[in-house]
């Protein structure tokens, strides 16, 4: 499973990841940063056309996991890629679990 990272996940959540040999990458690096500032539905055309991902964390419609919790974000990112990483990601959704 590659992953990128929307602009509203620390930077920490990415060298978490990274120390576990994770693909990952923030959307403020990915593409030079061209893309950090536009729609979401622009970030996912653009992740699936280079099969990544996006993890995001919109405060207003999710909150299963605290922003400021990067050990807990990191954790159940790598738990998901563990378990789930194989799977073909196209138009799904995952909810992080602690």
Do not use: C
């Amino acid at each position: 499973m590659r992953l990128i990272l929307d602009e509203n996940l620390s930077s920490a959540v990415g060298r978490g990841l990274e120390t576990a040999g994770i693909d990952v990458i923030a959307v403020a690096d990915w593409q030079d940063g061209l893309i950090r500032s536009v729609a979401d539905v622009d970030i996912l055309i653009a992740a699936a056309a280079e099969r990544r991902v996006l993890v995001t964390f919109d405060l207003k419609t999710l909150r299963p996991l605290e922003q400021n919790d990067i050990g807990g974000i990191v954790r159940a990112l790598r738990k998901l890629v563990a378990e789930r990483g194989n799977e073909d990601w196209h138009d799904q959704s995952a909810f992080l679990q602690r």
